[in-house]
Nanobody, 125 residues
């Protein structure tokens, strides 16, 4: 599957964004999806994941209540709604796909075989 992330930009603290990740080349509904982010000089970190049918989501504690992952399998797209942004959210945001035959939403970057190119989110104070 090929992934194309978009929607990033330069925003002010307190703003919101909706990031999108469009998939192509394979049956999107066969993949669990996840979002990661990587700040300058830091490792790529798991933000959250969503099951194949969208019925289950999982988030890292630092974004619970502010970030929401959703998907539209008819549009082959997964979304990341990010609210009340702060400077600490500045990073490159990546989407990733996992087709392993388990319901578990993996949190490790090495568990995902397919990645989008990333979209930059920069938050100014």
């Amino acid at each position: 599957v090929q992934l194309q992330a978009s929607g990033g930009g330069l925003v002010q603290a307190g703003d919101s964004l909706r990031l999108s990740c469009a998939a192509s080349g394979s049956t999107f509904s066969h993949y669990k999806m996840a979002w990661f982010r990587q700040a300058p000089g830091k490792e790529r970190m798991f933000i959250g994941g969503i099951s194949r049918n969208g019925g289950t989501t999982s988030y890292t504690d630092s974004v619970k209540g502010r970030f929401t992952i959703s998907r539209d399998n008819t549009k082959n797209t997964v979304y990341l709604q990010v609210n009340n942004l702060s400077r600490e959210d500045t990073a490159v945001y990546y989407c990733a796909a996992d087709r392993t035959n388990t319901k578990y939403l993996f949190t490790g970057a090495s568990d995902y075989a397919s990645w989008g190119q990333g979209t930059q989110v920069t938050v100014s104070s």
